[in-house]
């Protein structure tokens, strides 16, 4: 349809995006044939099933298992680098022109992967996507939120010298039993070497959540902050604050965070004037960001207006995208 070719076709950029949770599955067993890595999964067909299955029993904390269990396959500087070309090399096609990649090295230092062999594998890709594939990609440092505060800190700590590829501090992984608030001290050192803040919160965790984001974390934005469409008082504050919530709606339907596409919460936000965008999150496990939109705007209704605003969005709220704002107009 008309607008389905619209969707296709309009400059994007994407806000919520984990590589860990991205890479495309036939990557990840090439990847894993090369650096011999034990998966217990051999073949596309058999990922689907596997992931299928873990997400519908266990929800967020099913999708975490899928990540770290495919991401194990990374070993060396080129696999992260290869990961995040084949991202970009698929922005190309969707023409997302800009997007903001969180990267969560804690899921990698627990395998004994220096830091150094990620970040520079990462920070070559970012070079290149933008030669090769005309894309400014943007990465958020997410914290593993289920891991001590100290670890995390100390992860804060050593992005020193990564600030010229890394401009936020984001903060993810299963939400419940792990509040904001116990990271409190990675989000002043964030801040105070200049970082953007947002977190995930209102997943699969409560409103109070949210809260702790905004009033004691400082964020600048909200992942997900799906809880948020319940509280009036919540709804108005990220209003008035013009606080994104960087939205998945499929990821939230698959994990059990929303009950339906037509029971998400993102129409309740964005006619409250809360600022939202839409993101693919694990694309492999939901899908493309350009059949997320195409899925939304179907099942919730968007009409063309709502669609464009949102989309807006994504380049007027993001972190150092809006001078391609020309660009989408
Ligand atoms: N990491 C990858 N996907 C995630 C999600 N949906 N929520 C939290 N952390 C994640
Ligand atoms: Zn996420």
């Not at 998400?264 to 350009?290: E, N, R």
Request: with cysteine; proline share 4%.
């Amino acid at each position: 349809s008309r607008q389905k070719q619209m969707l296709q076709e309009i400059p994007k950029a994407e806000n919520h995006i984990h590589i860990e949770g991205s890479i495309p599955w036939a990557l990840a067993l090439e990847l894993a044939e090369k650096n011999h890595v034990k998966l217990p999964v051999h073949s596309t067909e058999e990922i689907a099933v596997w992931s299928q299955d873990l997400i519908s029993r266990k929800g967020l904390d099913g999708f975490m298992i899928c990540d770290r269990t495919l991401n194990s396959v990374c070993l060396h500087e080129e696999d992260y680098e290869a990961v995040v070309l084949a991202l970009a090399k698929e922005d190309q096609r969707q023409n997302i022109i800009y997007q903001e990649l969180h990267l969560d090295y804690p899921l990698n230092e627990e395998r004994g992967i220096p830091l150094k062999v990620v970040m520079e594998g990462y920070r070559s890709a970012q070079k290149k996507a933008k030669k090769l594939y005309g894309v400014e990609i943007v990465y958020i440092a997410g914290l593993d939120r289920t891991l001590s505060s100290e670890r995390c800190l100390s992860f804060v700590k050593a992005l020193r010298p990564y600030l010229d590829m890394v401009a936020g501090l984001g903060m993810d992984c299963e939400e419940n039993g792990h509040p904001c608030i116990k990271h409190l001290e990675s989000y002043r050192e964030a801040k105070e070497m200049g970082l953007f803040l947002t977190a995930h919160a209102g997943e699969d965790g409560g409103a109070d959540n949210i809260w702790d984001a905004l009033l004691k974390l400082d964020v600048q934005r909200i992942d997900h902050g799906c809880r948020a469409a319940e509280h009036p008082e919540l709804m108005e504050y990220l209003q008035e604050h013009q606080i994104l919530c960087a939205m998945c709606p499929s990821g939230n339907v698959y994990s059990g965070a929303a009950a339906s596409f037509e029971a998400h919460p993102l129409l309740t936000l964005l006619h409250s004037g809360v600022p939202v965008s839409i993101s693919s999150d694990d694309p492999p496990y939901t899908c493309s960001m350009t059949e997320e939109l195409i899925l939304d705007a179907e099942k919730m209704g968007l009409t063309e207006a709502e669609l464009i605003q949102i989309i807006r969005n994504g380049f007027a709220y993001s972190i150092s995208g809006q001078h391609l704002l020309p660009q989408f107009d």
